[in-house]
Structures are given as C-alpha cells and as structure tokens.
C-alpha cells in the first residue's frame, strides 16, 4: 500500500548540487511544483537550504554528495530517480582557488563535474534541462592548443586526472581556469547525447557574484585585485545570485529550447574589458 502511493505520488524532480546562493536562486525560479533534490558536500548546508525552501512552500530532500566521488554522484542519481523523472539538473558546487589545493580543485570542479554529466545524461528525462556554472575564469586562458581542448573535451573521465598538461599544474587560479575551461568544453561534448534524450544542456559563466565563495576571494589573498577589477569592469558593480538566477530560468524553460551546448557569461563586462577594454592589464598578473 504505501508502496504504491510512493509510485503514485511520484513527481518531477530538481536536481541541485551546491546548496549555495545561486543555486538556491535558480531552484527558486525552477523547482515549484516539482521534488527538489538538495546535495552538498556538507550536508548540514544543504538541510539549512531546505528548511528555508520548505518553508517558502518547496517539496525537498536532502542528501551528501562529494562532486569528486563518482561513488557519491551515482548515489545522487538513483536519491533523485527514486522520486520521480529528472527535469532539471543544476550543478553550483565547487571549490575556489582561495579554498583548496590544486589537486582537490581538478579532483571536484574538472573530474566531478564530467562524471556528473556522463551520469545524469543517463536517466535526464524528455524535456529536461542541465545548467552547468562555470567561471569567467574560464575565459581568461589563452586560446589552448587544439590537442588539449579535444583532450579535456572528449576524455574518458577515469583519465582526465591523468592528462600530462593537466599534472604540471601547480597554481590554484591555473586549475581552476583550466577546471572551468573543461566545464564548458564538457558541456559541448555533452549536449549531443543530452539531445538525444530531448534534453537541452549548458553552462554559465558568471563573474563576481557576491555569495560567501566570492567573499573567501574578496577577503583573501587576491582581494586587492578583485576590488581594481570590479573599479575596472563596464558595469562597475558586482553582480547578484539573482541575477543569474534568470538565466538559468531561461535556460531551462519552454523559451530556451532552441539553447544547448553553449556557456553563456554574466559578468558585466569583465571577459570583454579583460581582453579589450581597460582590465586588459590583468593579462600580465594572471
């Protein structure tokens, strides 16, 4: 009996890993009506989340998933299955050069989120949709060799750890571009056998945003330079969880199913000052 009023009341499901300020900002504007799944690497962020959604009338779970364990994302995959088909997939968790060596950096924001996609691109169901956030930090590398895009591109994931270019790594900030980079490369790789499923599937990069990743940096190390960059940038302002939030939105509605395979910056400017305008001095000092 209760078996059969599970299956019954089984619903469309939100996958969000991260429980941070954006993507607590895109589940907001995607998940009503609809089970939100909530998974952190430090489960008592992702129940505060859920508290919070639940009382603003969201339907929620939680669980703990480390984004660098294929073990713990295969888990997350049956949680979410288990309560109905996955509509939608949103992947903001991360760790900042500020917050982890380089290693950890490859381990959870390159080999995670390429283990995520090959998985939730499995079971992603008719109509669904994926968001993957990358960086603005991403855009800043240089134009990379031809071998090495297809390479972080197309990879099996139990070897991107292992590519030579990757191992000589040995700056946080060069990870987590190069971490980034591969998001949006995976992402294009990706959205084929997304679409072969009728799913749309994309990254977004977005600039300084303020959530308390962003304030780690603005209060770390580099924080001098991130205030000059914000001085330096078209919009002059950071932006907002929110802000983001809409675009995802988009993204992953009826009106953005002609959108896959493709990042998307929101940065007020700061790639194009970076390359062209007056940030073009930070192509010395990162």
């Known amino acids: 009996m209760h078996e059969a009023a599970r299956i019954m009341n089984r619903q469309e499901t939100i996958v969000l890993i991260g429980a ?37 009338g969201f339907d929620c779970s939680v669980t703990r998933c480390d984004l660098g364990s294929r073990t713990d994302i295969c888990a997350l995959v049956e949680h979410a299955t288990a309560r109905g088909p996955v509509k939608g997939v949103i992947n903001a968790a991360g760790v ?8 950890e950096i490859l381990r959870v924001d390159l080999y995670g989120t390429s283990v995520l996609l090959e ?5 992603i169901a ?12 991403g855009h800043r590398l ?7 895009n297809s390479a972080l591109a197309t990879t ?43 799913a749309t599937l994309n990254s977004i990069s977005p600039g300084i945003i303020i959530t308390p990743l962003a304030n780690d940096e603005l209060h770390g190390p580099r924080k001098d330079g991130y205030l000059r960059m914000i001085e330096g940038m078209p919009a002059r302002r950071a932006g907002t969880p929110d802000e983001v939030g809409d675009l995802a939105a ?19 400017g700061c790639t194009a000052s970076y390359w062209y305008g007056d940030l073009q001095y930070l192509k010395t000092t990162h």
């Not at 750890?161 to 998001?183: G, H, M, V, W």
Request: hydrophobic share 40%.
């Open 96 to 103: 900042s050069p500020s917050q982890a060596p380089v290693t």
């Open 250 to 268: 988009f993204l992953m509605s009826s009106r953005g199913r002609f959108i896959s395979g493709t990042d998307l910056l929101i940065d007020g």
């Open 119 to 123: 998985e939730f691109g499995k079971v």
């Open 20 to 56: 941070g300020s954006i993507g607590q900002a895109i589940a907001r504007r995607v998940a009503a009506g609809r089970h939100l799944v909530l998974a952190d690497y430090n489960e008592a962020n992702a129940r505060l989340a859920a508290k919070t959604l639940e009382e603003a």
């Open 156 to 198: 099996p994931c139990e070897g991107l750890l292992a590519l030579p270019f990757l191992r000589e790594i040995t700056d946080t900030l060069k990870a987590y571009q190069y971490s980034k980079r591969c998001n949006v490369l995976r992402v294009m790789m990706e959205a084929t056998r997304w679409g072969r499923r009728g």
């Open 142 to 148: 240089p134009a990379l060799p031809e071998e090495q």
């Open 126 to 137: 008719e109509g669904g949709s994926g968001i993957i956030i990358a960086s603005q930090s």
